[in-house]
């Protein structure tokens, strides 16, 4: 398990399953307004999924652990929202902002005046409700020491590079790794044909590979990437081996196993032109689909924004909903992704939940460096966690459903 967690990292950037709309899971009723809460960081595919594509009204509250990954998400929706670019470099330089280790001078330059924007809109936004952003996204849980960390956390991305974050990131393969580190691409060839093949089979081998060696997962042909995307970046709590004392370490506390190409890359369901085969060759990659998906998701976003029903709610920490009685039992279904999957237990969770409300956990199916017996092992942990917790599961006939449904 240790192995496994060094793997997926404790601050997730994406998701590690195919992005979802909240309001099409199998149990919530579309027809009628739902309350959604989405634990921890690494959520982005499932909040645009369900802002561009929610049929039905929802409050979507995000639960952050740290105000960096709160920052990456709203830069991240940001972009997304930004229509002044064309959707095709639009989506270049979205992916290559959620996804890639370093960043050509140009986007470096269009993150740092998003930033500048996004900081001024947290500013004024009690001032200025209406503003299109805010249209989506209501800050009005934070506190004002929150939105003040928010911005300085903003701040931190814009302020010129002063870490190599490359070294960061090769800190955590050696540890992952340890005296496997020098034949590491091996073991990556392995995981990829032995795992994530069979369950992935349009992510190009090489993309993956280059991925897993060097961060770079969407790279436009011809540019230099130079620059840190400090997006990726976060502060974790450590202790000082001299004094013991506790200090935050600015370090890639993220995946470096399964890939961003799982959250928009596997799946096109109404493009199966991406997915046509030749000899034994897919056409496309998971780059192209992950392209589309993204454009889909923007020409939703503009042309359902101005109407949109969902609203996205950030909050530091879940105590903030189970400390406030207006939040008891009010919620239709809690999101737990992978690295939450062991709060299955936590009583909270029940407290926030509607009677018949579902728990919705992310499922091991995609994680690269599992074989299948494995996964479906660490599944049927889930499942006996949330058996212990006295929730019933809700089995599913669809094979492309990679969450483990609970109800109370």
Avoid at 382 to 397: G, R
């Amino acid at each position: 398990m240790t192995d496994f967690i060094s793997g997926i990292g404790t601050a997730p950037s994406w998701g590690l399953s195919p992005a979802r709309c909240f309001t099409s899971l199998p149990g919530i009723d579309p027809t009628i307004p739902c309350k959604i809460v989405a634990l921890g960081a690494g959520n982005i595919g499932h909040i645009l999924y369900t802002s561009a594509t929610s049929k039905s009204t929802a409050e979507l509250f995000v639960a952050y652990d740290d105000t960096e990954s709160l920052a990456r998400d709203l830069l991240l929706l940001s972009i997304a929202m930004d229509t002044d670019i064309a959707e095709t470099e639009r989506s270049e330089l979205f992916l290559e902002c959620f996804a890639n280790l370093m960043l050509r001078e140009k986007t470096d330059a269009y993150l740092g005046q998003q930033t500048q924007k996004l900081i001024q809109n947290i500013s004024n936004c009690i001032e200025n409700p209406g503003d299109r952003f805010f249209s989506l996204v209501d800050l009005n849980n934070l506190k004002f020491k929150e939105l003040d960390d928010l911005k300085s956390s903003l701040k931190s991305i814009n302020d010129p590079p002063k870490c190599d974050i490359e070294n960061l990131r090769d800190h955590r393969l050696r540890s992952y790794y340890a005296e496997r580190y020098d034949v590491r691409q091996n073991l990556v060839d392995w995981d990829f044909v032995m795992n994530l093949k069979k369950k992935a089979m349009i992510v190009n081998k090489l993309h993956f590979t280059q991925w897993r060696m060097t961060g770079q997962a969407f790279e436009v042909r011809d540019s230099k990437y130079t620059i840190p995307n400090k997006t990726l970046l976060t502060y974790r709590n450590a202790k000082q081996k001299s004094n013991g004392k506790s200090v935050r370490v600015l370090g890639y506390w993220g995946d470096i196993i399964v890939s961003p190409y799982i959250s928009f890359g596997v799946e096109a369901p109404n493009a199966p032109e991406l997915f046509q085969v030749q000899g034994d060759r897919y056409q496309h990659s998971a780059v192209d689909v992950s392209k589309h998906n993204i454009q889909e998701v923007f020409k939703y976003m503009r042309s359902e924004l101005p109407h949109s029903t969902v609203k996205i709610v950030p909050i530091m920490g879940l105590d903030r909903l189970t400390s406030k009685s207006k939040f008891r039992n009010a919620f239709d279904l809690v999101y737990m992704p992978i690295q939450s999957s062991k709060d299955m237990a936590d009583p909270v969770l029940k407290l926030l939940l509607k009677p018949g409300g579902r728990v919705a956990v992310e499922s091991f199916d995609f994680i690269a460096s599992m074989p299948e017996k494995q996964r479906s092992l660490y599944n049927n942990k889930i499942k006996q966690l949330a058996i212990a917790a006295k929730f019933e599961e809700c089995p599913t006939d669809n094979s492309t459903e990679h969450q483990l449904y609970f109800t109370i």
